[in-house]
């Protein structure tokens, strides 16, 4: 189960057993967490075609690269998108709080500073919202194990839950997609695909460049004839 899934378990469960912080007899917040249950009907999101596919694209920007010797979460952002439409209008940004700011290698590449952290939302409160934002979508991320890596630490650290949301990762279409060429970082991918990044190693605008490569990806995948994220999955399981 998801750390939404299990947010919106906790809530049914608080509303069955009349918890006073959710009023079982308010019809609103009944009808809004049974509507939460049902977007997360077992829904088989390899099934979907990418043009019915709706996701999160998301980044992080850290301290490091490993979580669990200390390394944490600066800032997360993302951005909705519906099949190949990219949602300019629904993005998530915030900082999160920390008491010591990042070394001065990773201030001057973020442009995080320990003042903008300290006035930031705790990490219990960032990712509260990260999740109410994400509901029931498919995340995205470019070499998502760093993502992955940091969301199961901080969702544990913050949340008590364990992480187990599904993240694709777009290298999976471009490894599938360019074979021949040398496409590693997001700023080789975004270069072959002319995508502008407005600005670099900040998490909104790299979540935003990430999008469009995503979406750039879904129509080159399709011309191969993929359709669903469960082609690209049987593909690269049998190509190995």
């Not at 049902?38 to 999160?56: A, G, H, S, W, Y």
């Not at 190693?201 to 935003?208: F, I």
Request: proline share 2%; hydrophobic share 35%.
């Amino acid at each position: 189960m998801n750390p939404f899934s299990q947010f919106v378990k906790g809530l049914s469960d608080r509303l069955g057993n009349g918890f006073s912080s959710l009023n079982q007899n308010d019809p609103a917040k009944v009808a809004y967490v049974r509507n939460l249950e049902r977007q997360m009907k077992n829904k088989d999101v390899l099934d979907i075609p990418f043009d019915d596919l709706n996701v999160v694209v998301f980044d992080l920007e850290t301290t490091g690269f490993y979580p669990y010797k200390g390394d944490h979460i600066l800032s997360i952002g993302a951005v909705k998108v519906e099949g190949t439409h990219v949602k300019e209008e629904e993005t998530f940004y915030s900082l999160v709080y920390h008491d010591t700011g990042p070394s001065k290698e990773i201030e001057e590449l973020t442009g995080i500073t320990k003042e903008m952290l300290q006035s930031a939302a705790s990490l219990r409160d960032v990712l509260k919202d990260f999740y109410s934002f994400v509901k029931g979508d498919v995340l995205v991320a470019h070499h998502a194990n760093h993502e992955k890596q940091f969301m199961s630490h901080a969702t544990w650290l913050a949340l008590r839950k364990n992480f187990q949301h599904r993240i694709v990762d777009t290298s999976f279409l471009t490894k599938i997609v360019h074979q021949d060429q040398s496409m590693i970082s997001l700023d080789d991918c975004c270069e072959y695909y002319g995508i502008g990044i407005e600005q670099r190693h900040h998490a909104l605008y790299d979540a935003k460049a990430t999008a469009r490569l995503w979406v750039e990806s879904i129509r080159d995948i399709q011309q191969k004839e993929f359709t669903k994220l469960q082609d690209v999955y049987t593909y690269l399981a049998t190509s190995k």
